[in-house]
């Protein structure tokens, strides 16, 4: 059986024989024989092993436009896939049977046995292989948390660059800035939560904290990454307008006018399974709020709206047609610069390589 066990990347090991973890903004001290917060990185002996490397636990082929990326190799697919474990605990998880999968899980990864019941472990070539073989333009690290998979992101990021491929982190962005130092060379798009604006939602929703999501996000800008944001609006949680103005004032601040945003509707689940799901009035009304702080781009998602279409901001004429996030229809043109609105000539921050045909 092929092994899970390879030490990690960027950790410390103190004189106690503890380690400190460096790739998430929690820094787990890690006692022998103990792991982090997320389950899949243990203290050996005092050395750093993640037990999931190559581990998949979900893979699927979708439309790029699902993570969700509207300004990224529109109209393409992308290869998906993720593991088991997460940095975080949110009780709203969509996928919280990988991300917390329990103990049967986490015990098999613990010891190198019995996996094969849970997922398939494959090699970074192995993935790039399916990739091109399906014909995808991308590789997504997606479904639970990329950060804990690090080690084999960063291997499998490396052969896919080397092998024309674009790479996206589909993440809650909980990274240390030295993690995304490290990994960026690799990395094409960086699809963020900014789950709240509030810390108080991040401390009793999701176990973490608002900070260290702002500054990767002001971290991936600084590394030239493609950032796309997305917020799931959940009804008496985060829903607020004072606190979309405060989210959307901090963006075009910060991250610029241009930078996609992505409000969608929240649907019961797990640990939040009595709360409503959110309305279109609104998410209609949180965008006019977005949209009123300066930014261009603000959709609709999770739900059918007509703000999951693309319009120019200087014209308003429809760009880009989708339905259920699939790309129906583009009307672009293109210079040596990029693309233009094919009506008033307006830069449209979209990013879509000449070998791509759309």
Not at 105 to 124: I, Q
Not at 127 to 147: G, M
Not at 287 to 294: E, I, K, L
């Amino acid at each position: 059986m092929v092994s899970c066990f390879k030490e990690a990347m960027l950790f410390e090991t103190l004189p106690s024989g503890d380690v400190r973890c460096g790739v998430c903004a929690r820094r787990c001290v890690i006692a022998p024989d103990q792991t982090g917060f997320c389950r899949v990185r243990k203290n050996v002996g005092g050395v750093l092993y993640t037990l999931n490397y190559g581990y998949v636990s979900s893979e699927a082929i979708d439309p790029v436009e699902k993570k969700p990326l509207f300004h990224f190799l529109p109209g393409t697919t992308t290869y998906s896939l993720g593991t088991f474990g997460c940095n975080f605990s949110c009780r709203h998880c969509q996928n919280h049977k990988i991300s917390m999968p329990g103990e049967s899980v986490y015990n098999a990864m613990s010891t190198e046995s019995g996996l094969s019941r849970f997922g398939e472990v494959v090699t970074p070539d192995e993935v790039v292989q399916r990739a091109l073989l399906l014909d995808t333009k991308s590789v997504s690290f997606t479904y639970n948390e990329p950060a804990v998979w690090f080690e084999f992101i960063y291997d499998t990021a490396a052969a896919a660059k080397e092998n024309g491929l674009y790479v996206i982190l589909v993440t809650n962005g909980y990274m240390t800035p030295e993690a995304l130092e490290t990994i960026a060379p690799y990395v094409d798009a960086y699809r963020v939560d900014l789950k709240s604006f509030s810390d108080d939602f991040y401390s009793d929703i999701c176990a973490a904290h608002l900070k260290p999501v702002l500054n990767s996000i002001l971290k991936a800008k600084e590394l030239g990454l493609h950032i796309e944001i997305v917020t799931l609006v959940i009804p008496g949680q985060n829903d607020t307008v004072e606190e979309a103005e405060s989210a959307s004032s901090w963006i075009v601040q910060n991250i610029g006018a241009e930078t996609p945003v992505h409000l969608n509707a929240f649907f019961p689940h797990h640990q939040m399974e009595n709360v409503m799901k959110t309305s279109d009035s609104v998410l209609e009304k949180l965008r006019t709020v977005y949209m009123n702080a300066g930014l261009d781009y603000v959709y609709i998602g999770n739900t059918i709206s007509e703000y999951q279409n693309t319009f120019c901001p200087q014209c308003q004429a429809l760009l880009v047609s989708r339905v259920y996030t699939f790309g129906e229809s583009i009307d672009l043109e293109k210079d040596d610069d990029g693309f233009l609105c094919a009506v008033c000539g307006c830069r449209i921050p979209i990013i879509c390589p000449g070998d791509i045909d759309f």
